[in-house]
Nanobody
Framework: QVQLVESGGGLVQPGGSLRLSCAGS????????MGWYRQAPGKQRELVAV???????NYAESVKGRFTISRNNAKNTVYLQMNSLKPEDTAVYYC????????????WGQGTQVTVSS
């Protein structure tokens, strides 16, 4: 059974940094586009960043220049380095895997809470 497990969330002051990790099991990472999404209270889930199997990246405008997504296929792990955090970055962050051959096949992690507050 495929599992994606996020870690690294927590409480951080504005301007601080966090690094999220998403570890996959029973999944061949190289066959998936990996992404980070977030959902704030009362809002829809939105794409934060995505990295293709070929390491191409794409970011939401709101996080460009502050967040960096990366992947390590050998470790079945994808990361999200978040710098210069703002209160509006507060949300539950979810890891997503989408099969590159059949995008209808996808998986979600359980989410990790990120709270940016002084």
């Amino acid at each position: 059974q495929v599992q994606l497990v996020e870690s690294g969330g927590g409480l951080v002051q504005p301007g601080g940094s966090l690094r999220l990790s998403c570890a996959g099991s029973e999944i061949t990472f190289s066959m998936y586009t990996m992404g980070w999404y977030r959902q704030a209270p009362g809002k829809q889930r939105e794409l934060v960043a995505v990295v293709s199997s070929g390491d191409s990246t794409n970011y939401a405008e709101s996080v460009k220049g502050r967040f960096t997504i990366s992947r390590n296929n050998a470790k079945n792990t994808v990361y999200l380095q978040m710098n210069s955090l703002k209160p509006e970055d507060t949300a539950v962050y979810y890891c997503n895997a989408k099969n590159i051959f059949n995008p209808a096949i996808g998986y979600w992690g359980q989410g990790t809470q990120v709270t940016v507050s002084s």
